[in-house]
């Protein structure tokens, strides 16, 4: 059991890994192509090296086999020393200026390096220059100079052979190719790096977005159920058509909805959300539509007084509406206007200077009852609930409000003040729904396209009367 639930967490650990790499995707690729931007910058401007290498070894003469290996470990103990031999006054200088080599001394032992072979006599010796015949020519007269220097410090006495040998056994010789800049080797540390920038970078951002992107967590944010992830829809987001993913999402939140009403009255909603721009309207129209739909008599009320929008984005008058009737002005039966079969629309009015006292009179308190008793369902568009407390006032006095939750741009901080505040003035949370949600990639919702596909020349009854009613040619 033990085993099982590590190899579930590590199987929901690799995939919230995988969802942030693809939510970030075009940053990692961003940060890639910047790292190979640069190595090909330092490959442009880095001037082209080349290398000449030779390769000496190093023996004493010995008499006795049984001098070979001590021989040996004295010619390996002595490599150091050569390998600093290469780069002293006694070598270098005697190089510099001499025909073909306009370099200083510095500049020769810059250019010289060596390293042992492990385990031998042997040492290879380079020469790097920006000149690839300079450092032909200078290794050349380098591994001359080098021999003798070296026999001489070996030499007991001036008429005595030297107690040690150098031989070349290979070079000097050029490399075909330049050994800087490492073209290959600056192209994949410049995509390491920048794939390391990049996933620190979507990591850093991951970390530091507080927006509510999946339902498990706006659930957890509001302690209320998400009733449906509501996508984005390319067209008119008020009358979607009939078999689109959005419409079918809208349709579970009024199955939802419904449910609750068989348990508890639920007559009266109330729509609303955190801050605008969520989709509330469009979320509420929807909903009008789709109980109309069922064969109910359905009013959705334009409860937002102060930005009214549901009267001009359904086509319908505006001058007269919520507001004439709270204020005494006008009756129910002067401002209800229909729209479609079963379903009818009381507009917001003419904004007042005071919306919120109009929205909390004992006028408002008897037009919800009134409406109560005319209509099988009504739905109050609302206006957000943080900015103002229109939207308390009026969830206050329906039997459900729903939230509506923008995925990827509501912050959890907002989603918890707005569900603060409807809870400070008793309102009834039926639910959230999580609207606008990604219709592709790691936050994607259920593809209902691949079932819910219009067949040629035949559309729901549903689709041709919402079209029509909108003078748009079906």
């Known amino acids: 059991m033990v085993a099982r639930a590590t190899e579930r967490e590590v199987g929901v650990g690799l995939r919230e890994y995988l969802r942030v790499a693809r939510r970030n995707r075009w940053l990692l690729l961003a940060s890639v192509i910047a790292g190979l931007g640069v190595a090909l910058i330092v490959n442009l401007n880095t001037t082209p090296m080349y290398a000449a290498r030779v390769t000496f070894v190093f023996s004493t003469p010995v008499t006795f086999a049984t001098d070979l290996y001590p021989a040996s470990l004295f010619n390996t103990s002595r490599l150091a020393t050569y390998a600093k031999l290469l780069t002293s006054d006694e070598v270098a200088t005697p190089l510099a200026g001499t025909p073909g080599i306009d370099l200083d001394p510095q500049e020769i032992r810059d250019a010289i390096s060596s390293e ?19 450092a032909l020519l200078l290794l050349t007269r380098l591994a001359h100079r080098f021999e003798t220097a070296v026999e001489e410090l070996e030499r007991a006495a001036p008429t005595e052979p030297p107690t040690v040998k150098v031989t070349v056994v290979s070079g000097p010789a050029l490399e075909d190719d330049p050994v800087a800049p490492d073209v290959l080797n600056n192209f994949a540390l410049g995509s390491v790096v920048g794939l390391v920038i990049g996933a620190t970078a979507a990591v850093g951002r991951e970390v530091a977005d507080n927006t509510v992107r999946t339902a498990e967590a706006l659930q957890v944010l509001a302690s209320a159920p998400v009733l449906a992830n509501v996508p984005m829809d390319a067209g008119n987001p008020f009358v979607s058509p009939s078999a689109s993913p959005r419409t079918e999402a809208l349709r579970e939140v009024r199955t939802q909805v419904q449910c609750a009403a068989a348990t508890n009255s639920v007559k009266t909603l109330a729509v609303t959300s955190a801050v605008p721009g969520e989709g509330r309207s469009a979320t509420a129209c929807g909903l009008a539509l789709l109980f109309a739909e069922a064969g109910q008599r359905v009013l959705i ?14 086509g319908r008058e505006g001058s007269a509406g919520l507001s004439s009737v709270l204020d005494g002005t006008a009756v129910l039966e002067q401002v209800l206007q229909p729209w479609g079969a079963g379903l009818w629309l009381l507009a917001s009015g003419r904004p007042p200077p005071n919306p919120s006292e109009l929205l909390s009179s004992p006028r408002m308190t008897e037009l919800v009852d009134d409406v109560r008793k005319r209509f099988d369902v009504v739905i109050f568009d609302c206006p957000p609930v943080l900015p103002v407390t229109d939207a308390a006032v009026v969830a206050a006095r329906a039997d459900g409000t729903l939230l509506v939750v923008r995925a990827r741009r509501t912050t959890s901080a907002q989603v918890t003040a707005a569900v603060r505040a409807l809870h400070t003035v008793n309102a009834t949370l039926l639910g959230c729904v999580l609207n606008m949600v990604a219709r592709s990639g790691p936050d994607a919702v259920p593809h209902y396209d691949t079932y819910f596909t219009p067949r040629t020349g035949r559309r729901g009854r549903w689709w041709r009367m919402s079209h029509e009613l909108l003078g748009v040619s079906a």
């Open 116 to 134: 042992p072979i492990p385990d031998t006599v042997m040492m290879v010796v380079s020469v790097e220059d920006r000149d690839a015949d300079r």
């Open 301 to 314: 009320v334009d409860a937002e007084l102060r930005h009214p929008r549901l009267a001009a984005l359904l």
